[in-house]
């Protein structure tokens, strides 16, 4: 499933951040500044070293001054721009304006050994310029120089147009001569992008890794009671099982981020590979766009929409099935936790719960996910409608049956209306709602009673809320059969925040609303943020993309605050 398939990679992302901790943590014994450089042996040899397992890069500084003045003055704080770029200034004389500097980190005997990579012919003159901060710099027999920066000393040595810095004078000579080949795909196609290539990580590490973060697990459940653990483990342990293997079968992660001043947008970008023949790049190989029964949610005239349509294989099947069973057991843990239910409740709502997880769990067994959710909204009324695929429509359909009847004789119970009528073999019912007297936003949402259609097919679902959200529900089914072609993102969504905002304003008026909705108004865009997910060869990529407009809006909403602010403390 999609949702499951990005909480995975969410996972593994923390995974890395967590793996990468600690490595550094194993690898960063102190040198003191009081050592004497010429205590290091010259010539001292690397006995076991890798290709660098984690490169990092920062555009070139004409990139980073560039684009954090574009991106200051579009929020509307144009004075932080002016600082970095003096700050930048005083700092890189003598360093290449138009070069990526970089940090490349490979595996010396086991351990992670930084080695930053600064564009400049004259290193001499970049560290004359820091002497206030360092003092003088030492220079070895072979040219290597020495500063100490705090408690620590660094190794610099000239390489070519680049210097070369580590914390160890052997490192040096690992530094590339010229490292742009290395800062393929990054540099200055970013502004910060990050490599990791998981599989130059040791065995043993990975190991110790995945060692930990079970130690870590079982230290936390060891503090839950009883019955709190048990619901947590049965969670845990499937997540645990597949954090482990997209350790052990990652081949590599490559996060991005970059201030597009040509496209008027801030880009996030992130792509996962899997190594090839692995049971985690089949998965991600198995996941391809298909045609999609709700693909008519993607619309430009949207407020916000989500789409996602994609085949899943068999590999994929089973740890989503694996999920519902760690859900299963949970959810029977905590009902027999509660005290708020007697035990026949207990019973019933334990029951209803798996019916649904098992309906969820056949549908996943079909091999795919399609799923559309789209919100059209104004300044005076908004309609919202969502659309799945599911294995058994008429089993949905008794389950909500079912849950209406148990409910039936409750104060202020829901009224439900099942199968009113037939549309194009889709079940159509209503449930209502009265709206409290109280509350007045509801009110002016809902009206005095909350109206919600839902519609079932013997392959789908259907629910729509909304003024005229029936009538937005049956276009959603007449479009179902007209997309043949699977040619798009496996996953996407789009938030356009302007619309969204006056209807908010409708609701409740706002000054801060009000300040970005005429920014809004007078912006390019709406205010956008669109997120993409593409399969690639044994992985996937994934862009978010945050438009200019929304960025001023942000920034209209922070001056709006600050005036209030001031005004409220008198001084304005």
């Known amino acids: 499933m999609p949702f499951r398939r990005s909480f995975t990679v969410s996972r593994l992302f923390a995974a890395i951040a967590f793996a990468s901790a600690t490595l550094f943590a194993a690898a960063s014994p102190a040198v003191h500044a009081q050592e004497s450089p010429q205590a290091k042996t010259p010539?001292?040899?690397?006995?076991?070293?890798?290709?660098?397992?984690?490169?990092?890069?920062?555009?070139?500084?004409?990139?980073?001054?560039?684009?954090?003045?574009?991106?200051?003055?579009?929020?509307?704080?144009?004075?932080?721009?002016?600082?970095?770029?003096?700050?930048?200034?005083?700092?890189?004389?003598?360093?290449?304006?138009?070069q990526p500097i970089g940090i490349v980190v490979p595996l010396v005997n086991g351990s992670p050994e930084p080695i930053a990579l600064i564009p400049t012919a004259d290193i001499r003159t970049v560290l004359k310029r820091l002497e206030a901060q360092t003092g003088p710099a030492d220079e070895l027999d072979d040219g290597t120089l020495v500063i100490a920066i705090g408690a620590n000393t660094m190794f610099i040595r000239q390489v070519g147009n680049w210097a070369a810095i580590a914390r160890n004078r052997e490192l040096l000579d690992l530094a590339p001569a010229n490292p742009v080949s290395l800062f393929e795909g990054m540099g200055n196609d970013y502004d910060i992008a990050i490599r990791l290539k998981m599989q130059l990580v040791p065995t043993e590490t990975r190991n110790m890794l995945i060692t930990q973060l079970r130690q870590g697990f079982e230290q936390a459940i060891a503090k839950q009671d009883q019955a709190d653990a048990e619901g947590t483990k049965a969670m845990a342990e499937g997540s645990i099982e597949q954090i482990a293997q997209l350790i052990q079968d990652t081949d590599e992660l490559k996060l991005g981020w970059n201030i597009d001043q040509a496209g008027k947008q801030v880009m996030f970008e992130g792509s996962f590979t899997a190594v090839a023949g692995s049971k985690l790049a089949a998965v991600y190989g198995d996941q391809q766009a298909i045609p999609s029964q709700f693909a008519a949610v993607i619309r430009d005239d949207a407020a916000a929409y989500y789409h996602a349509a994609m085949s899943i294989g068999p590999d994929a099947i089973k740890n989503a099935s694996t999920g519902f069973e760690s859900a299963t057991g949970a959810i029977r843990a905590a009902l027999d936790k509660s005290d708020d239910l007697s035990d026949d409740q207990r019973e019933e709502v334990e029951a209803l719960l798996e019916r649904i997880i098992k309906l969820a769990s056949d549908s996943v067994k079909e091999g795919k996910a399609d799923v559309g959710a789209l919100l059209l909204a104004n300044q005076n009324d908004f309609q919202f409608v969502f659309g799945s695929f599911i294995a058994d429509g008429n089993e949905a359909a008794q389950i909500v049956?079912?849950?209406?009847?148990?409910?039936?004789?409750?104060?202020?119970?829901?009224?439900?209306?099942?199968?009113?009528?037939?549309?194009?073999?889709?079940?159509?019912?209503?449930?209502?709602?009265?709206?409290?007297?109280?509350?007045?936003?509801?009110?002016?949402?809902?009206?005095?009673?909350?109206?919600?259609?839902?519609?079932?097919?013997?392959?789908?679902?259907?629910?729509?809320?909304?003024?005229?959200?029936?009538?937005?529900?049956?276009?959603?089914?007449?479009s179902g059969a007209s997309d043949q072609a699977g040619i798009r993102p496996i996953g996407q969504f789009r938030v356009k925040l302007l619309p969204i905002l006056q209807y908010a304003q409708s609701i409740n008026t706002n000054e801060v609303i009000a300040a970005m909705i005429d920014t809004l108004s007078r912006a390019t865009d709406g205010g956008d943020v669109i997120m993409v997910q593409k399969t690639i060869a044994n992985g996937q990529e994934s862009r978010l993309m945050i438009s200019e407009g929304l960025l001023q809006a942000v920034g209209s909403a922070v001056r709006q605050a600050q005036q209030a602010k001031m005004q409220n403390n008198g001084n304005f």
């Open 43 to 98: 010539g001292s040899a690397i006995s076991d070293a890798t290709e660098p397992v984690v490169v990092v890069t920062l555009g070139s500084m004409n990139k980073l001054m560039q684009d954090v003045n574009y991106l200051t003055g579009v929020v509307g704080q144009p004075q932080f721009g002016g600082i970095f770029q003096m700050m930048a200034g005083t700092f890189t004389q003598g360093v290449d304006l138009n």
């Open 401 to 478: 049956k079912d849950l209406a009847e148990k409910v039936r004789n409750e104060p202020k119970a829901p009224k439900f209306s099942f199968d009113q009528s037939t549309y194009k073999g889709v079940a159509m019912h209503l449930i209502e709602a009265e709206v409290p007297q109280g509350e007045e936003e509801l009110q002016q949402m809902f009206g005095p009673q909350l109206r919600v259609h839902v519609g079932t097919g013997p392959k789908s679902v259907y629910v729509a809320v909304g003024k005229d959200s029936e009538s937005l529900m049956k276009q959603l089914i007449d």
